[in-house]
Nanobody, 122 residues
Framework: QEQLVESGGGSVQAGGSLRLSCAAS????????IGWFRQAPGQEREFVSL????????LYAESVKGRFTISKDKSLNTVYLQMNSLKPEDTAIYYC???????????????WGQGTQVTVAS
C-alpha cells in the first residue's frame, strides 16, 4: 500500500526555520496533488499549502504566504515545505496528503502521512 512519510519536524525558536519532507513510497503520477495540512491541539486540521506534481502550480494559506515555500524533487518522489520566520502559532502536527484535485479541502485527499510535530517557542 502506498505510503507518505513526513520528516523534518522539531522544536525551534520564533523566527527560526524548518524544512519538512514528504516522501512517497510509490511513483507519483502527473495527476497527483500533494498538500500540506496542520492540526494544532483542539483545532481542526487546516490547509497550509499544495503543489501539483506535473506543473509548478502552488497554493498557500494566507497565514503562511511569504514565509513558507512548497517544492518538489521528482527524482526522489518527495515534496518539501520550507518554513521560515516561524511563529508560535505555527505550532502543530504537520501532515502531507495526496489527492487528485487542486483543492485546499482536506476531504479531497485520500492518502495521508502519519504527521510530524513542529513546535515554535516564543
Amino acid at each position: 500500500q502506498e505510503q507518505l512519510v513526513e520528516s523534518g519536524g522539531g522544536s525551534v525558536q520564533a523566527g527560526g526555520s524548518l524544512r519538512l519532507s514528504c516522501a512517497a513510497s510509490e511513483r507519483l503520477y502527473s495527476s497527483s496533488v500533494i498538500g500540506w495540512f496542520r492540526q494544532a491541539p483542539g483545532q481542526e486540521r487546516e490547509f497550509v499549502s499544495l503543489i501539483r506534481w506535473h506543473s509548478e502550480s502552488r497554493l498557500y494559506a494566507e497565514s503562511v504566504k511569504g514565509r513558507f515555500t512548497i517544492s518538489k524533487d521528482k527524482s526522489l518522489n518527495t515534496v518539501y515545505l520550507q518554513m521560515n520566520s516561524l511563529k508560535p502559532e505555527d505550532t502543530a502536527i504537520y501532515y502531507c496528503a495526496k489527492g487528485s484535485q487542486y483543492s485546499s479541502d482536506r476531504r479531497d485527499y485520500n492518502r495521508w502521512g502519519q504527521g510530524t510535530q513542529v513546535t515554535v517557542a516564543s
